[in-house]
């Protein structure tokens, strides 16, 4: 089984630019979630997905962060513009709930991000 | 507001040590979950605790779920280099839509 795509790998962009990053989930995996990990600390949700639908956003800077999962598949997450505090690395990742309350969540290898 | 504090938030140890790594909270949590996160990649789980009281072990490592379900523990026994990383425990948040809430996570470092 395939796990969580993510690209780029790094990223390095000067501030006030824009940038996107790209998500494929597990295949068949109806929750995706955005997480801002900054170095040294636990991820932070910045957003949930439920098939294409907005769960939770309510950590997504909205003036200057924008996600999209239009069809329910991969996802797409844009900073614009970007400032120096949003360096830290962008994790993807996929859950299939279960019943029970079981909620593992498989991520994706991340994008570092670097704003200069 | 639900958080998880993990201490210590840093470890260096010589190989072969034993450690323990704590994660408390002051609410409860219905289950609580460790991951592993390596240099460049994503956190993967290690194990889900869901009985207050549970006791999982994974080869040489263990994990306990605290009674009340507001606390755990991770104990590694005899550590390897290869246990090197970034240790997190997250567990459920009270919205009860699977959104995860991630303690700051320890890193452990393991010198041969």
């Known amino acids: 089984e395939a796990g969580v795509a993510q690209s780029p790998r790094y990223k390095i962009i000067e501030k006030r630019q824009s940038v996107a990053f790209w998500c494929n989930p597990i295949?068949?995996?109806?929750?995706l979630y955005w997480y801002q990990q900054i170095l040294g600390q636990g991820p932070k949700l910045l957003i949930q997905?439920?098939?294409?639908?907005?769960?939770?956003d309510s950590q997504l800077p909205k003036d200057r962060f924008s996600a999209e999962r239009l069809k329910g598949v991969d996802s797409t997450l844009k900073i614009q513009p970007a400032k120096l505090e949003d360096s830290a690395v962008y994790l993807c990742?996929?859950?299939?709930?279960?019943?029970?309350?079981?909620?593992?969540?498989?991520f994706g290898p991340g994008t570092r991000l670097t704003v200069t | 507001t639900q958080l998880l504090e993990q201490s210590p938030q840093f470890l260096s140890i010589q190989e072969g040590e034993n450690l323990t790594v704590y994660c408390n909270s002051s609410?409860?949590?219905?289950?609580l979950q460790w991951y592993r996160q390596e240099p460049g990649e994503g956190p993967v789980l290690l194990v889900t605790?869901?009985?207050?009281?549970e006791v999982k072990k994974l080869k040489r490592l263990t994990f306990q779920f605290g009674d009340a379900r507001k606390d755990s523990s991770l104990h590694i026994t005899a550590a390897q280099p290869g246990d090197t990383g970034l240790y997190l425990c997250a567990g459920p948040g009270s919205s009860n839509t699977g959104k995860l809430i991630f303690g700051q996570g320890t890193t452990l470092q393991v010198k041969p």
């Open positions: 990742a996929s859950s299939s709930l279960r019943g029970g309350g079981s909620y593992e969540q498989y």
């Open positions: 295949s068949g995996h109806a929750t």
């Open positions: 605790v869901v009985t207050g009281g």
């Open positions: 609410s409860v949590f219905s289950s």
């Open positions: 997905f439920q098939n294409n639908g907005v769960v939770d």
